[in-house]
């Protein structure tokens, strides 16, 4: 039961309610206000109405994330009660529990997650910085000087 409880005592070594409650509602902030994919469906919407719907629907799909990330962690903290760090439970099933052929396409999957969420970051930024703060400063600049000021910005490569 201990290993389900979300609120635990200000001592707990690994989150502490306080620090629960002064970063959960930070990171609830920069999930529903800053995901791509949810400020996407927000401004491709018809209306104020289909944008909700949009956003409630996405949020719905992120109740996989229980059954895939949490109960697995949960059960690794079952299955594992003398690992030291619990960031280990994770690996440590997929490398123990999964067949060979399963384990590879799960860490292709994460190595494709991490590859797209950083594409997707570098891309925001540099648009945020080219369309947000180059053009207010130079708004006589063409759109091949908007590419190179993006690319800039993304990676620092100059070239187009």
């Known amino acids: 039961p201990e290993n389900l409880s979300l609120i635990r005592p200000a001592t707990d ?18 999930f529903w206000c800053t995901s791509q994919a949810m400020v996407q469906r927000t401004l491709s919407a018809r209306s104020v109405n289909e944008a909700r719907w949009g956003n409630l629907f996405a949020g719905l799909l992120n109740f996989a994330v229980f059954f895939v990330m949490v109960l697995p962690g949960v059960a690794g903290r079952v299955l594992y009660p003398g690992l030291e760090k619990g960031d280990l439970i994770y690996p440590k099933l997929v490398f123990e529990l999964m067949p060979p052929g399963i384990k590879g396409v799960v860490v292709v999957g994460f190595v494709a997650a991490m590859i797209s969420t950083l594409s997707s970051i570098l891309n925001s930024a540099a648009t945020l910085v080219t369309m947000d703060f180059v053009k207010k400063f130079r708004p006589d600049l063409t759109s091949r000087g908007q590419v190179m000021a993006g690319n800039v910005a993304e990676i620092g490569r100059a070239h187009v």
């Open 13 to 30: 070594p690994s989150v502490p309610w306080p620090t629960l409650i002064i970063t959960l509602p930070l990171l609830g902030f920069y």
